[in-house]
């Protein structure tokens, strides 16, 4: 791996909305590859239906409790077994999502090809902080972050006591270390959830789908299972709000989330990529990519410039 090919992994984009037209806020970046985003307060669906302001409050308070209840159920998570481990995990990110008013609605496969279920790298498109709580409350998992979600409340405790990654997306010499690590919890057998665009998009529009740890998988030999992650009013209308953009804090995107009535975040579970589908790292990012953005649902928004694209006549079914 190049150091150009290593540092290109780190980045990625936000991009624009269904709605409005707006330039670019783009975040400070400490190198050329670090993951930027244009999306703002201009990407945000308008006139999308709210909770009064006491429920949104109570939303917040019920969110408390659940928090508390994780800060107790740690000591649980460090001496349990693995099973009690992702029961109380599910448990916690299930209440997470109740307590902001979210449901899930879950399409598609969910374990390999044949219906076995072993070590497999689990890829899909980021929008929000709510995606990892709702692939756990679905399918506990590790989960590769960057290194700024670990000091977020609940979120960053709940990654950490799993097992999970966090990658340093401003120190590109530990990114080699973080793809070995990743291989090896997938050869022993871990599913493994990576956020391939580096950063968040509002979901009107999509970013690249960055190479370097598709690279696990290949060492590893292991399938790769993407998954779309959208979101959605009841009725069916997509809405960009959950989503986690510009330079807002956790604090704001999360009372923005529990304003709204009637989210639903869907997962739509897309077909496994098994082991020597297609040649290198690159090819198959540009795969599970086209995955992704194809699944059946509501289309999402056009790609970024510099997304790769899957290769010519490579099927996404066997």
Known sequence: MTRQETVAAAGASRGAADTPTRA??????????????????????????????????????????????????????????????????????????????????????WDGADGADGGALVVHNHISWLDVVGLGAVRPMLAVAKREVGDWPLLGALVARAGGVFLDRERLSGLPASVAEVADLLRAGEQVVVTPEGTTWCGGASGAFRPALFQAALDAGVPVRPVA????????????????????????????????????????????????????????????RTAVHTAPGAPFGPPHPGAPQAPSGTPLRP
């Open 24 to 109: 670019p806020e783009e975040a400070p970046r400490t190198h050329p590859w670090m993951p930027v985003s244009p999306c703002g307060a201009g990407c945000l669906t308008h006139g999308d239906p709210e909770v009064p302001r006491w429920r949104a409050v109570l939303r917040l308070a019920a969110l408390a409790g659940v928090v508390g209840a994780a800060v107790v159920s740690v000591p649980v998570l460090l001496v349990s077994s693995r099973a009690v481990r992702d029961r109380t995990v599910r448990g916690l990110c299930r209440a997470v999502l109740a307590a902001c008013g979210v449901v899930v609605a879950v399409r598609g496969r």
């Open 229 to 288: 992650v959208r979101y959605r009013l009841g009725r069916g209308r997509p809405t960009t709000r959950p989503a986690f953009v510009g330079p807002e804090s956790l604090l704001e995107s999360l009372w923005r989330t529990v304003r709204l009535r009637g989210t639903v975040l869907e997962l739509v579970g897309c077909p496994e990529i098994p082991p020597g589908r297609v040649d290198g790292r690159r090819a198959l990012a540009a795969l599970a």
